[in-house]
Structure formats: structure tokens, C-alpha cells
């Protein structure tokens, strides 16, 4: 029986990943993130590799942008973030959350739970650095992607209609500077919430296989021509 292979959380940092990592982005989020922006940023993965340690695929992962000019900001119209007095306040302590995006084929709750897990570490990573504000957006549709977020106790910045190269089309967001001391202090408060939001991915197992999501190996393969 062949050995199954392993998923492994990777910071990509090679040309080659980074723009397929892109265009995953494309295919999930209809954002397509410029090179040059995810070279400056720390670009965390799922991916799996070969026995020489290679990525042949990649299955989800998220994007830090650690230093401005921030794509969240950008997508904004002119004047409202240089408008707001507590955002420009805490500008120097922001970093730019986004990108987040698991491939259906990671079926396996556990894996979810540690993906979530993994990224709040390294909030926890950035806050002990000095950077303790994100900034996200999201589909404002999404009421219960922005009860997530609230736990942040979040500076709602701007709600309407955004557009930046690399989107598909415009879209309707909510963009939000969160606090990631609040998260702390909620998780230390109330440390069932925690609990509760990871069992809730890792019940999506079982959901997931109800779904019967199936996704072709050569979808998610990284290119050798890129």
C-alpha cells in the first residue's frame, strides 16, 4: 500500500509557488494577488511534497503583509482611510491579513482545526513584534464571517462598493481593523469559544464527506512551467 502523502504548512518564497499560489486565489476568492506584492509579504501554504522535498501542491493558506501599501486600503475610495483618525493612529502597528483560502479536498477536521490554530499563533508571533492590528476585509453578505471577526472588537473603516486590480469584478466588502489583544483577552475571558470554533471545523469532516468534494490531483499541482 502506497504511503500517504503528508500536508505540510510551507512560508513559500520561490517565484514559481507564489504565483500559483495566485492563481489559486483566482480560482477561490477572484483575486488575483500581484507578484510583487507577495514577495514582499509572508505567504504561509498546505502543501505536499515530493521525497526530494519539492511542492507539487498546494491546498490553501494565507498571506501576511507586514509593511504598506496595504491592498485593503488601496481598494478604498480616496479620502476615507486617510479620514480615519484611528486607523491612521494605528497605522504603523498594522499588518494586512488576506488571501485565506482552504482548498475542499483537505477533508480532514483535524487538519482545519490546526490551520486555525496556526494562524493565530502567528498573530500572536506579529502582536509580540509590535504589530498588534489587522487589516481584512470581507463579503459583506457574510454576517456570520463578520460574528467571527467581531470578537476582535473591530474599527469598521469602510461598507460598500471596492475595486482593485486583480479582482474580477467590484465587489460589496466590509474592511475592519481588528485587534488581536482583544482576541486574546476573549479567548482568555471565554476560552470555550475557542473550543467551539474549532470542533465546528472539525465536524466539517464529517459534512464535507456527506459532499462527496472531490478535487483531480492535477488540479492543485504546481506547475513546472511557471
Not at 514582499?40 to 505536499?48: G, N
Not at 471577526?149 to 473603516?157: E, Q, V
Request: with cysteine; net charge positive.
Amino acid at each position: 500500500m502506497a504511503q500517504k502523502t503528508p500536508i505540510l504548512f510551507r512560508q513559500l518564497t520561490q517565484d514559481q509557488h507564489l504565483i500559483a499560489y495566485s492563481q489559486f486565489t483566482k480560482k477561490y476568492l477572484d483575486v488575483t494577488y500581484p507578484l510583487e506584492y507577495l514577495k514582499r509579504s509572508k505567504v504561509i501554504a498546505l502543501v505536499k511534497e515530493n521525497q526530494r522535498g519539492e511542492i507539487q501542491t498546494i491546498c490553501g493558506g494565507y498571506i501576511l503583509a507586514l509593511q504598506g501599501p496595504f491592498r485593503v486600503l488601496e481598494q478604498l475610495p480616496i479620502g476615507i482611510a486617510e479620514n480615519n483618525l484611528e486607523l491612521q493612529d494605528k497605522m504603523a502597528k498594522c499588518f494586512e491579513l488576506t488571501g485565506l483560502w482552504i482548498h475542499p479536498i483537505i477533508k480532514n477536521g483535524s487538519l482545519r482545526a490546526l490551520f486555525w490554530l496556526r494562524l493565530f499563533a502567528e498573530l500572536l508571533k506579529q502582536t509580540a513584534k509590535g504589530k498588534t492590528h489587522a487589516l481584512y476585509s470581507y463579503d459583506s453578505s457574510k454576517k456570520k464571517l463578520g460574528e467571527i471577526y467581531s470578537i476582535s472588537k473591530p474599527c469598521r473603516i469602510f461598507e460598500g462598493e471596492v475595486f482593485i486590480p486583480g479582482m474580477t469584478t467590484s465587489a460589496f466588502e466590509i474592511v475592519e481593523m481588528g485587534s488581536i489583544p482583544a482576541v486574546v483577552k476573549a479567548f482568555y475571558r471565554e476560552p470555550q469559544c475557542i473550543v467551539r470554533f474549532l470542533t465546528k471545523r472539525m465536524m466539517r469532516n464529517r459534512r464535507l464527506k456527506k459532499k462527496e468534494q472531490t478535487a483531480p490531483a492535477s488540479e492543485l499541482r504546481v506547475s513546472r512551467s511557471i
